[in-house]
């Protein structure tokens, strides 16, 4: 629905374009230098940060050349050293008659010691170049521009990603930059089957999209899916991967999120020797892995640094987490206000006398605890950190102390709601759905008791199993039952016995292909 | 889209009706015991003995200090009269603020003149009823009513029922008293082949009350009562002992022998298709947990001595248990008759309606063997070297 | 004066809705006719005897004319 | 024909969960008192072969429904008016299901909720596995059958009354006829109840394994009953077991310290709910074949809203319920479970040769 709305916008933006705003067309390069400039300061009107610098040079002057940048994403130093001056140097120093035709070559060849040069053959991909932070040379009397990359870098340096926290393991996060990501991913898969596809997606902002993916580990159907997809996306911006991901996801209309992320290298890395892809983009830290299985939301990328058997009691305690966080305060419900018989004696009077006093029934009790709680998260997170911690001390304690002073909650209460609060963050990239899983299950177990909360457990297993990633069911290996994925899910076996990749990423013979990770484990074997 | 329409018909068909069961804590009576008499009348008094939970934790918590005091009763005992258990439970509701829940039920308690007019068909509501707690321990009362033994107030418990239910479990241990749960009282009531036994509660002041003895079925009425040697004799023939004390006295010492293992095996011995005498076999383990005395005690000959002593004891309480059963009351409460009716259908099909003079009438074989195997922390009595 | 049961109502209107929103979806499919009158002939008996539990008059059920016919054949006693 | 494919492991599960089903509520062969066991083991070898005549009918027609079969071997129009009763029997048995899941759960849980509202409740969730298609039914039964026998052996591992383990005695105390009875109601309730998956074997990804596959999940079944059964008579002896309404249940609440009754309630759901979903699948996909619909979700909710309908309409108390299951059941069952089962593949035989050089 979105899709159609944002492209019957777009088609809004098109009718409204007149000659003041530059549409995409393919233009050719106009061979006569004045013509360029007027072009495009015609283009760039307005834009304070655009930059232009003629060259005049040779003999008589007879070659002119443009130089088009944008303020500030150059590196004004390295234009000047390995651009600029090569060629003034160069045409003043040789008394050669130089023709229009060759200056050109000779510039691209002989001049400019810069490494990345391009070539740009119409106005849309001279405009492209410089709006993308290159420095574009356009030469009276040729057709084709130069694009110089000249880039200066830009953005945070590489550091530990806050939400992603490990333990042990490596500390590198993705940044902003694009090139700083693939160098990072580049830097741990040093092989040449490790392949980058660049894209460019949305039609206003031009962002930089990479699909990464290991050829011969990764499924080429689900490659080409991915491309697919992607390639479907008919945008005005992408501003980050959250974008992408709400496109490209499989089903619309779930909770559960079908497109897993992360902000860690080492993370992404393994991902992708799982034979899972990565998709990139320029500007965000978080990079998308597809397909995403539920059994990802209990990993984490320690656990496989660990020894198997704390990994493996970790990843159950997980599990636990995830059914207490989604289940307890309905359970408590459930029991409170239906199921008087199955609480043993000692235990009823104890809720019994808890629950004296207090003017609502359990389940508004429920929902104002919750709803304080999830107010003071997302309080804490929008704040800044320092104030977020004071706040969450101030909620946790004080309001938790006064409300049950007040009389308004009880005891039970504030701890089964700190419980749940707890748990639900042992999940990262299930704490949003575990939230409002957990208010569908409190209000059927309000009105229902186990009934409805077992029903519902029924209905919410259903959506789980009809729901694909990528054409991967996302209960795998759960069920569908794949015997050998399941050294990787509830229980970890140790790295060494890890011996074949996720079959369920395949559809052909994981035998064959099995190769890097076997290799990997033999040579463990062999240090040892 | 699909989701969309699921979310509207679950919220329609859960809005429009509202909840039905949703019941809070907070509006129900939790009862911890139930009392069940008859008046002269022949109307059913029902007695409740309900809990306050937060004098429950009030006086737990500050037990022993008696600071407060104007303290609300940690329990309130209430009793109504009815034509059946429902209709007083439900008349009751015109004294009482709550709903009753019965599901908390630690202790029934059947008055003496209830159970004379029989229990087999008056108690069905405890079993019908979703709500009945088929692990609540029953006990028949003897000299008091239902309601003056809930009405206790006890020293070592806030809640009677629970000091109740305690000292059944003690003297069950001890095996003084049958310690029955509803769920196997009615199981007797079904099975035609054995009768009925409930253990006794006496009241012995307004503080504490003494569980031991049996009262005896026969038909689903009380007809008598064992008193706690015979009790123990008849809860070693059904196999129902677990650790118990048999004393006696061995040339002037006393000597206490701790059970630590009782396994009883009764039969039915045939004889031309017609029962001929009952058998039972006891195999015991024990410990000797006290002997005052002045002989030594180091020889395997003096454990046989003890050992013979005490498998007299034994016998000698079957003994007084199957007379009483048998001669007294004649009713087979040890359920000689299930093993008929197992293992001889076809005479049991014969014998159903008149097993019980039969029984009665069937004279007895007790065999007890006990092995005597530890002596505790020193071996001969205390006494003075010579 | 009709004692309508007002949960069997409830639970019939919730069938309702759903059914005229799957109507719409069959229609869109472009079935067959057959298919058209088999569904409207299915949903409408379940609406009818639906509303006449709802009023309390309860039809004979098949169970009970199954139970008629084996007791003719001399099946069941 | 959906195209869809199920493994062997989610048939064997389905086809437990099947089996299991409503026969957890209602305690397997009461009315034979101690002799059930007889009785079950008598049914279950019955069961055997009905179903191993059911899976032959499937292989002798290769990747045929039973509507499709039902055309093939008898003609159109006697087979369709074939497919028309046998599409009434499924939803009478899904009906049945419902009726069971809301007496129990009105009598032991929720006294006061109107039966009609928990039966529409769970026909709602029903109606969403059933469109979810028969490869999600076969990836849920992976995930929750296993459930069933787990959680009933929990329920009968620590059970504080006295046990007795003789109380299966004496043997044939009423003489056989009781035990012939209950074997044939057990063998109609539910072993040939799997019927039904004429429809839903032919999904089978590899067909070798179908009789193996059948022939486990039979034995499977057997076994747990004869489990649930020695553990009932057992805990409760055979004069209890008679009187009870739900027996299982009553089991249930027997545990020391804590009701393990929500237990039983989740067996119930997950063995209820696979047995109304296949039940409600066989009958939407014959219809949509009968009526040649493109897609069969267009009748799943009419087809569950009236056998919802019917579950409420069809008897009046329960103890019509159980006397109708009890009494009438068995005889009407026989036509559609072992007549017309036999008579196909009577005609599968005799007419193979001349279908395969058609193909």
Redesign the interface.
Known sequence: MFRRIKKYLGLDNQEKDNGAIYTDTDEPLPRNIDKVKERLNTIFSECSDYIQRDIVCGEDNGICILVAYIDGFVDKKVLNQDVIRPILDYFSCTDKLHRAKSVYQLIKRCIISSNEIEEAQSMRQAVYRIVSGDAVLFINGSRIALAVGVKAPQGRQVEEPDTEVSLRGSREGFVENLSTNMVLIRKRIKNPNLKFEMLQLGTQTNTDICICYIKGIANDEIIEEVRRRILKIRSDAILDTGYIEQYITDNQFTLFPLVGNSEKCDKLVSKLLEGRIAILCDGTPYVLTVPSLLVEAIQTADDYYDHAFFASFMRLLRLLALFISTLLPALYVALVSFHHTVIPFKLIITLAASRQGIPFSPFIEAVLMIMAFELLREAGVRMPRTVGQALSIVGAIVLGEASVAAGIASNLMVIIVAITAICSFITPPLIRVTMLVRFIFLIIANFFGFLGISLTAVVVLIHLCRLRSFGIPYMTPFSPLTMADLKDSLILVPIWAMITRPKALFQGDTQNRAGIKRQEAAKISEDK | MKISKLAILFMLSILLPGCWDNTDLTDINIVTALGIDKDEDGKIIVTVQVAEPAAVQLTSSTHGGGGGSAQIKPVYVKSYKGETIYDALISMKSIIDKRLFLSTTQVLILGERFCKDGINETLDYLHRDYQANYLADVLVARGATPEQILKIQPDMDTIPAMYIKGTAENTAIRAKVERKMLIELFKDIKNECRQATIGQITRLDDKTVKTEGTAVFMNGKLVGWLDQYQTRGYLFVTDKVKHTTVSCSVNNSKISVEIIQSSGKKNVIFKNGEPAKLSIQMRLEGNISEYIGKETLNSPEDIRIIEKKISQEVKKEINMALTKAQKDYSSDIFGFGELVHKYYPQYWKKVMDKWNDIFSRLPVDVWVDIKIRQTGLIKSPMKKDE | MIIMNYNMLSVLLAFIIMELYNLRRLISNKESIKVLITYVVITASSLVIGLLLAAGRRPASPAEWIQWIFKMIGVVK | MEKARI?G??LFLLMTGFLLGSRLIINPGTEAKADGWLAILISGTGGLLLITLYSLIVLLNPSRTLVEILRDRFGNAIGSVVAVFYIWYFI?LASLVFRDFGSF?V????????M???I???A??I???A??GIE?M???S???VPFIPFLSTIIGASI???HDF?AF??VL?NGIKPVIKESLNLLTFPFGEAVVFLTIFPYLNNKRHLKKITTLSTLLVTVLFLYIFFRNIII??S??LE?ATFVPH?TS??F????L??LF??IM??GG?IKITCAIYAAVIS??QL?????YR??T???V??S???S?????NIF?LFS?TG??WA??SIPFQVVIPFILLLFSLFKKDKLQDEE
């Open positions: 493994s492991l989610q009478h759960l009598t032991t849980t929720y006294p006061r909720t109107p009609e509202v928990i529409a409740l769970f709602l969730s109606i969403y596995a469109n979810s999600v076969g990836r849920i992976e995930i929750l504080v009354t006295t003789t005695l004496p105390e409760l002896e004069h209890f009187q009553l609440v027997l020391p310290g804590i009701n009754e929500p309630d989740v759901i997950i709910g219809l949509s009526t040649g619909a493109k897609d267009i009748f909710s009419c087809i809203a009236f919802v309908i019917l409420l309409w069809i008897h009046e019509e109708w009494n009438v005889y009407y």
